[in-house]
């Protein structure tokens, strides 16, 4: 906990982070509604934003505690960032009467909620006051207990009825800066020593990743430049191994592998394809802009790939007929696996969309599956924990797929936290996303 320490007034974040809250409550992602949030706002507004949207179902219980009847939408933004910020001073990014105090001042400046300064006020002080009365009372609440919707805790629940809890936790956990070291120019343990010989704490996290103890702007760390490494969680990690992973033996090994990367932006995965083996990739999405960020990500580490702007889903429109050795299928779908790095999703996301996307996962699994040769692999993954969009998607694809055959695979992980895993005895895998992998082989008709 501090005192604002900042050149710039906390009651200017203030108003930013609850611009940020009143465009997701829109519709609009945390990541485009930054965008227009002043640049030398923009870190300070983004830690603020974070932290409110992962305690937003608290402030939103205890400002109906406090107030019946919902302020104007710009001063109940407001309220509801300063309490997802004070409710409980071990977490609170400042003093409480700081915030209250800047909250106050960030109310008075802004025409929209000038005339809500004194309510917003009065509200504040009387939760100081009677704080741990209040929190009781919101303790009944589950969206106030796990700050997810109702409808996500209770979808959780049914999909994972021994691990939910554990999952709606790791949600509201800050998830660490992890790095994917790449092999063909440096190794785990020597990336390693050259943090520490910068004095930056690392330790290993599976077979490619480091952990940092403490964020830093990934510019600043070294080898950035070079392309000694590329930012991806422990979870993403397993994507390019387990695809190769018997990919070679099952192909003619004079021939080079031809494989797919298909919804690649921004193209972690497509690198890591590339880092690990001699292979042709291409990589396929169908935002032109996002494949922008694929060939800068690949020409910093020093790779190639064909890369088109094309949609999946609709082979005949860029598939030259030769068939694929292997086929990465990373399907859009809800993020529900990747909450901690995203909190504003479990707020964007509406019931209907996990059918809505299942029948996108389906529709791309069924277009791409006969771009694959016989004997070659797909590898399905999903950055999700729900199970419709994991093994009941491919339960349904192999009962209709005879010719599909599932090869060992993670299938869910749930997102971790720093304890050990039961898929990875060994602990290297402590602290990773939510994800779902199933790996398809392709048997003669």
Known sequence: MQDNPTPIPLWRQLQGAASLLMAVRDGQSMTAALEDVDAQL????????????????????????????????????????????????????????????QAVEAAKRSEATRHQASFINGCLRRFLRER????????????????????????????????????????????????????????????????????LEAKPVGRYGVILATPRAVTSLPGFAEGHFSVQDAAAQLAAPLLLEGL?????????????????????????????????????DIDARRCERIAQNLHRLGLEADILVADAGRPADWWDGRPYDGILLDAPCTASGIVRRHPDVRWLRRPGDIAQLAAIQAQLLAALWPLLKSGGRLLYCTCSVFRAE???????????????????????????TGVQTTVFPDNLMREHDGFYYALLEKRNA
């Open 42 to 101: 923009r870190p300070g507004v983004q830690a603020l934003g974070f932290h409110v949207l992962r305690w937003l179902g608290r402030a939103e219980a205890l400002r109906q505690q406090l107030a019946k009847r919902p302020p104007p939408p710009e001063a109940d933004a407001l309220l509801c960032v300063a309490l997802a910020l004070t409710w409980t001073e071990q977490d609170a990014p400042y003093t409480a009467h700081t915030l209250v105090d």
């Open 132 to 199: 741990d009365a209040l929190v009781a009372l919101t303790d009944n609440n589950p969206q106030a207990v796990w700050n997810h919707p109702q409808w996500w805790i209770d979808r959780v629940r049914k999909d994972h009825p021994e691990h939910w809890q554990a999952i709606l936790h790791a949600n509201n956990a800050r998830a660490p800066l992890i790095l994917r070291v790449n092999e063909r120019k440096t190794t785990q343990a020597q990336y390693i020593r050259a943090l520490e010989a910068i004095n």
């Open 248 to 284: 070679t033996e099952a192909t003619a090994p004079a021939s080079r592998l031809r494989i797919l990367d298909a919804c690649a932006a921004p193209g972690g995965k497509t690198a890591h394809l590339l880092e690990l083996a001699d292979c042709e990739v291409t990589a396929l």
């Open 390 to 416: 994991g093994d009941k998607q491919l339960q349904t694809f192999v009962a209709h797929h005879k010719e599909a055959s599932l090869m060992p695979s993670p299938g869910h992980l749930l997102p971790q």
